[in-house]
Structures are given as structure tokens and as C-alpha cells.
């Protein structure tokens, strides 16, 4: 029987005091797991979400803060955590700008915290789960990786890219039981789009463009989430799954 059991399994969720990473730590701590919550500044914050993610699952939980903007973001939070089993690198900076008037300053900021701090997070984490010969890597993708918003190109393209870099290193460390896999969430209510969806117009502008007719709920990213983190999905690596109603057809 399929168990999707995460007992005695450490995880890291970056991003996880709100929206998509917050579901997908709930539901890893729902199924037995130690879980790291995280965000970027706020400790008081972390803390609270984490208390509240341990009263209502029963696991071990803990908050810790990391600015993925810093350069040296993952080893700030590899002395808090030591070795996790499970890495998602969920959080995310996403600019609304036209192409032709995006910032170097918001370029860098975007590249640096969806793309270059999970290639610092990959770095530090996948080392131990090579010598322990279990791991699982899930990043967090876009629809936007199939059809990008007009005033989100560079945060889009941070997106392809963390899928490269994601497919050259499942690749590369499948042999010794790790998985790297992404999960692309199309139009998902949380915290970081309310104010665009509470606009009428622009919502059914949005809604028109989802095949299954309405925007998902976070918790709709974590059964996903949980298959791809599992002993059970050990088998899946490299893949892309979206979440997303059918948007990206
Ligand atoms: N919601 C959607 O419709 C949608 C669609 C496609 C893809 N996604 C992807 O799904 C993931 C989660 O999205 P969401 O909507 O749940 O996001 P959200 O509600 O905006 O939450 C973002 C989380 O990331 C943290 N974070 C942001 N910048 C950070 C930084 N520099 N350093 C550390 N932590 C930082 C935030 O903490 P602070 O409060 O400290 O900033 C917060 O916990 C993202 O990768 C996003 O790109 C979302």
C-alpha cells in the first residue's frame, strides 16, 4: 500500500510562511517529516508559522530566515539546518515590468533568488544526500515557462532556466538515489498575486486563458509535491509537472 510516509525525513521548504511553500510544508510535516520553515528576514515571523505548522501536524518544526538575495544565503542556512533529505527551492521574486524597462537591479535581484541561490541550495544540500544515497530536489517552476506573461520576461527566463539546471542535475546524481524533479503552479491564489486577482476584469482575463476554468489553491500544489518528495516517487526524476488547470496547453 502506498504509504507516502516521511517519518524521520529533515526538509528544508524555502519561501514556506505563505502561499505554495507554506501547503507544501504543512502537507511534509502532515506525513511525518522534520520541516524547516524559511523566508527572508522577518524571524519573529518564521517562528509563528512554524509553531503553528507543529500544532496542527504534530511534527518537529522550525523557522529560520535567509535572504536568498545574499550570496551566501545557502551556507547561512546549512549551519541552521546541517543536512536535509528533502530540499524544495520554492521562494521566488517576480517582477511585473515590459521587457524594454526591467532594471538591471530588478534582473539581478530575480536571477539571483529564483536561480542562483537554488543552485547554491543544490550545491550544499546534494553533497549529503549523495553519501546517504537518498535525496529529493524538488524545484518550483512557472506556467510562465510555457507562456510567459508580457511584464514578467526575466522572471520567466529565471524559470527556464532553473528547469536546466534542474534537468543537468538530476541527471548526474540519479545513480546515488536522488531525485531532482520541477513543479510548475499555473495561476494559484496566495498572498503574492491577491491584489492582480481581486481586479474583476483582470481576473477573467486570467481565468479565460485556464482550461479547467478557475485559479488553483496552494494546497492544490501539495499532493504533487508530496509524490515527487516520497520514497514512493523514487522513480521520477527529471520531470516537469505542471499544476495548473491546463494552462500551459
Ligand atoms: N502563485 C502563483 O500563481 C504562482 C504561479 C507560478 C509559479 N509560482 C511559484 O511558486 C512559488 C511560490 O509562490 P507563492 O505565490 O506561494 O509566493 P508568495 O506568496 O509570494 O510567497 C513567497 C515566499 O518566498 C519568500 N521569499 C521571497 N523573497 C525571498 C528572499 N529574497 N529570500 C528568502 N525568501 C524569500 C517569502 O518570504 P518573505 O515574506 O520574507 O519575503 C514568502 O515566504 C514561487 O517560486 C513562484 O514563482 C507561483
Known sequence: MLQFDLSGRRVLVTGSTQGIGYAIASCL???GAEVYVHCSRDTEKAQRIAREIE?????AVHGITADLGDADAAQ???AMTGDVDILVCNAS?????AWDEITLDEY???MNVNLRSSLCLMQTYIPGMQKRGWGR???IGSVQQAKPHVQMAVYAASKCALASLSDNIAKQVAADGVTVNMLLPGVIATPRNDA???DPVYREQVLAKIPAGYAGEA???SAAALLLCSEEGRYITGSSLYVDGGMHL
Open 29 to 31: 510535516a502532515e506525513h
Open 55 to 59: 500544532e496542527k501536524t504534530g511534527a
Open 76 to 78: 547561512q542556512l546549512f
Open 93 to 97: 521574486v517576480q517582477v511585473r515590468r
Open 108 to 110: 539581478d535581484t530575480q
Open 137 to 139: 530536489v524538488l524545484n
Open 196 to 198: 492582480a486577482l481581486s
Open 219 to 221: 494546497q492544490d500544489c
